[in-house]
């Protein structure tokens, strides 16, 4: 059920996470439309969208289809993946391509998120208090 809620929710949250980075590099306070990409706000913003993307259009589904195989592979085996005991040399191979697809979704949304974190330490810098 858990990952049914994930598949449903992920796509629009990595949707929200590449065009909310448009919006805000859009909405910078110090340039005009024609200055935007020469601002130091434009590459915190493209690597967040870019990251995102990567997510939406390859990690993600890729994810979904080892999430897929898994469930079918519990259905042969009568087992959950998590289950306690030996796992099948099939289980074994599906639960660590799903770790690696795992941990590169997560190693990008900390990439994005460091990336606007830096976006807005820079806006920061150039308030004037």
């Known amino acids: 059920m858990f ?3 994930q598949q ?3 796509p629009v949250y990595f949707c929200l996470q590449m065009a909310l980075p448009l919006a805000v590099l859009l ?3 110090t340039a005009g439309y024609d200055q935007i ?3 130091d706000a434009a590459i915190p913003m493209l690597v967040t969208f870019a990251t995102a993307a990567v997510n939406l ?3 993600g589904p890729a994810t979904a289809k080892i999430m897929h195989e898994r469930k ?3 259905s042969k085996e009568g087992k959950k993946y998590y289950d306690e005991g030996e796992k099948s040399p099939e289980m074994k191979k599906l639960n660590k391509r799903f770790g690696i697809m795992h941990g ?3 190693l990008l949304n900390l990439v994005g998120f460091v990336a606007t974190a830096a976006y807005g330490f820079a806006l920061g810098q150039k308030l004037d208090m």
């Open 3 to 5: 990952g049914l809620l």
């Open 8 to 10: 449903r929710t992920f």
């Open 27 to 29: 909405s910078h306070p």
């Open 37 to 39: 990409l020469a601002t």
């Open 57 to 59: 259009v390859a990690v």
């Open 72 to 74: 079918a592979q519990e």
């Open 104 to 106: 590169v979704s997560s």
